[in-house]
């Protein structure tokens, strides 16, 4: 990933979060036939391994999860809050007009070398883990033990468990660091007007930070 220095972003704790908050990410693995790339919801267990643990589940029916038996990396990408950025918000465009649009984001990206299981007791406590995450902000969860457990003990076995330590992390966070102070407040500005159309409060807030 092209990162310039100024949009590099190294803290764990902010490259975790970006994953906690935005768990969809796509799975990207190269095989004989090419390219392949699947949507996943992952959970990160952060105090694990040295950049922390990623699991998910993926159904059997989808081939893919095959290509993970042999493979020796993949690749996870995260895609945090993102948004157009116009010229019009920018003060120096009324001074100079040497001023272009861009888009403003935040991304992480994730290698390590995954590995496939069907054990039981391992898809259980992620099922419950990743529903528990999940449910836990509503007044009243939904568990997975609300469900008939023959139920769920034949969904299980329509599933397959991944678990990829992470081996490298990467971020990028392009929030219009490289402008100056004045341009970078009639980004914030723009994005948080009512009327804008371009209206994008979680990156306004930031390019705030």
């Known amino acids: 990933m092209y990162t310039p220095a100024s949009f590099r972003e190294c803290r764990p ?14 799975l990207v693995t190269h095989g004989v036939n090419g390219l392949e790339v699947s949507p996943v919801p992952f959970l990160l267990y952060a105090d694990e391994g040295n950049h922390g643990v990623l699991r998910a589940h993926m159904a059997k029916a989808n081939p893919h999860w095959k290509l993970l ?10 895609q945090g809050p993102e948004g157009y950025v116009t010229p019009s ?21 994730v290698w390590g070398n995954p590995r496939v299981t ?7 406590r992620q099922l419950d883990d990743l529903t528990s995450c999940h449910e836990r902000p509503r007044p009243q969860p939904w568990s ?6 023959e139920y769920i003990t034949n969904q299980m076995k329509a599933i397959i468990g991944i678990e990829i330590p992470i081996s490298r992390i990467e971020g990028k966070w392009k929030m219009s660091q490289n402008k100056d ?7 914030i500005n723009g994005m948080r007007a009512d009327a804008d159309p371009h209206r994008n409060i979680p990156v306004a807030n930031l390019v705030d930070r």
């Open 118 to 124: 069907e054990e039981a007791a391992w898809l259980r």
């Open 13 to 26: 704790e902010r490259l975790h979060d970006l994953i906690v908050n935005h768990p969809l990410g796509l």
């Open 181 to 187: 102070q004045a341009d970078r407040e009639g980004v």
């Open 89 to 109: 918000w920018y003060p120096s465009k009324t001074a100079t007009h040497r001023v272009v649009p861009t888009w403003n984001y935040a991304t992480v990206q």
């Open 144 to 149: 997975v033990g609300d469900a008939p457990a």
């Open 69 to 78: 038996v042999d493979q020796a990396e993949c690749l996870i990408v995260f």
